[in-house]
C-alpha cells in the first residue's frame, strides 16, 4: 500500500507564495511520474503540474512562469512552489502519483488534498 501526504496548504494574500509538498511511502520500487491537480468548486480536476521520474515537466497553460515542480528521488517528494498567487488558483489541491510496485505493476495514488486560498 502507498500513501501520500500533502502538507503546505494555507491562506495566502494575492500575489503571495506558497510551497507545497507530498511525500510518498508505503510499498514502493520506483515512482514514474508524481504530479499535482486541483479542483474549485463547481469545476472539474484539472492537472496543474507534473514531473516524471527523468525530470520532463509539464505545466497548464494558467500556471506557466507562476509555479514550480520539483522532484526529490531520494525521499519520494514531489513540491509545487507556487508564487504570483491569483484568487483564481483558489482551490483543493491534489498530489498524484504513478508507482511501480516491486512485481512490476503500475498503480495510481492520490493524496487527501491541501486547501489554497488566496484571498485578501
Known amino acids: 500500500q502507498v500513501q501520500l501526504v500533502e502538507s503546505g496548504g494555507g491562506l495566502v494574500q494575492p500575489g503571495g507564495s506558497l510551497r507545497l509538498s507530498c511525500a510518498a511511502s508505503g510499498s514502493i520500487f520506483s515512482i514514474n511520474a508524481m504530479g499535482w491537480y486541483r479542483q474549485a468548486p463547481g469545476k472539474q480536476r484539472e492537472l496543474v503540474a507534473a514531473?516524471?521520474?527523468?525530470?520532463?515537466?509539464n505545466y497548464a497553460d494558467s500556471v506557466k512562469g507562476r509555479f514550480t515542480i520539483s522532484r526529490d528521488n531520494f525521499k519520494n517528494t514531489v513540491y509545487l512552489q507556487m508564487n504570483s498567487l491569483k484568487p483564481e488558483d483558489t482551490a483543493v489541491y491534489y498530489c498524484n502519483a504513478d508507482v511501480s510496485s516491486y512485481s512490476r505493476r503500475s498503480y495510481d495514488y492520490w493524496g487527501q488534498g491541501t486547501q489554497v486560498t488566496v484571498s485578501s
Open positions: 514531473i516524471t521520474s527523468r525530470g520532463s515537466t
